[in-house]
């Protein structure tokens, strides 16, 4: 089976889908889904949890329900997605990519397409990348995996839990882990911050009086068949642990929630620039990375908070690569850099060409640590244009700044753009 | 501009002030204050609420009508939104996931979980189905939030 695409999008999650329908919407027939598992949707099918759209949609939803609003968008436009289907490379040629998947049904096949929007999201870091000492008991699963086991299969997998890192997902799945009859001892966190949501920490932790230990970490996992306990210790501010804090807590289980990695072997794999702040894409302004025509939105390009704003970063994904697709833009276009300076750790987009830029360019960003009573400040070459108060700025919070168009073009000699934190 | 390297132990939950924020009630000049978190959206808004003479709230720091309503209801009658699952017989999933249709009592939260474990749903569901009504006497359904199809074989 050999097939052609004007669009082929990676990955059938939230992001896939947005890009998916803005594409359509935008004109463009011909436009693919491939996505590996045995239906659309991506993790939202496993986050049953409710406080999902009240961006988009103006209403509270379970990701399951959040998922199927987009689902029944593409079915309605009749947009294909070919399920059970991984892909396994993609090279450009010139102004045409070729996609290699593979599935049951058609074995391997190679597509070519016009664009391919990156849409494959990310995976939990797991016990190998955070070097805990110990043998390797049953009972230790990262968060997600647990959550899938729960909320998917409906089994759980322990009884007495200590959740290592206070990610999102450690947080919603020590209130699930307690909703379903299991004892969740500790969260604990290695930084000084949580990793989380403010509203999971309240709504997950404390209405379930689960104890949070900022600044400790596991430094032995006990148990040779299956995980009989963890060994917590206070670290200091060089995320050493402390002699003599160390303490014994029994449990049958340990959930890793340290962190999401964006997936990008294939992108690696075509040769697109990565960011090693993000580990995702370096994109511009309409979201296409250094390779002509390869786009990239959601949790592939930078970990998001919210899906909201996948979405909202995906369909525009989208409608950039229907205007690859449909004109073919100027890769010489006059292309200005985003720096970061003053603790922010990176932007999306990080380069900018004021040409294609919509009125509004949304630049989203994190933050290295906790700030409190700064300013926001964006620099167009030397001079301050926006600087904006904040009353506390957190590394597990994305932010994000707007930059008008009217605003950059008033700059002929436009050389650099600069977000900074500042005091007062 | 403070760094958490020099004042540790910083959740991101504490007042400007650097002091924990403080689940009970604090008389400050006379009024009843209180620092919360809104959980209502992702945003997590600090709100500061001062209980007036007349037992009317001042609402501060939420940036939509939402936290004013969520204070109100924390401070008098706290509730939530269940979420779980229940098993499915004759599903292609083994669950299905669920959700009480409305936020309901805090305290009646363990209850409703307890009376959907013992709740078996015939496959096919369709999302918004009704699964348990009048869940643990709150008045409120629990409805499905996905559609599960019915195996082949069954």
Redesign the interface.
Known sequence: MDKKADILIVGGGPAGLAAAVAARKDGIENVLVLERDEELGGIL?QC????FG?HTFKE??????YA?RYISQAEALGIPCLLHTIVVDISAEKDKKLVTAMNKKDGLFTIEAKAVVLAMGCRERSRGALNIPGYRPAGIYSAGTAQHY?????RMPGKEVVILGSGDIGLIMARRMT??GAKVKLVAELM???GG???N???CL??YNIP?K??HTVIHIDGKERVKGVTVAEVD?NRKPIPGTEEYISCDTLLLSCGLIPENELSAGLGVALNPVTAGPVVNESLETSVEGVFACGNVLHVH??VDHVSEESYAAGEHAAAYVKEKRSVRAETVAIKCEGGVRYTVPSLLRVEYMEKEQVVRFRVG??????FLTVYFNDKIVIKQKK??L?P??MEQIKLKKSELEKFSDLKSITIS???? | MEKAEGLERKSGLEREDGSERKDGFEKTEGLDKRELICVRCPVGCMLTVTVREDGTLDVKGNSCGRGEEYARKELTDPTRIVTTTVRVRGGRQAVVPVKTRYDIPKGKVMECIEALKEVEAEAPIFLGEVILSDAAGTGVDVVATKSVERTADN
């Open positions: 099918n049953i949890h409710n406080g009240l509270e939803l379970t990701g399951p329900e199927q729960v909320n998917i299969e409906g909703l379903e000084p911050y949580s949501l403010k509203r920490i309240v709504q404390e209405d949070l900022l600044s501010n908070d919210l640590n906790v700030y409190r009573n700064v009353r506390v957190l597990g919070e934190i500042e005091e007062e």
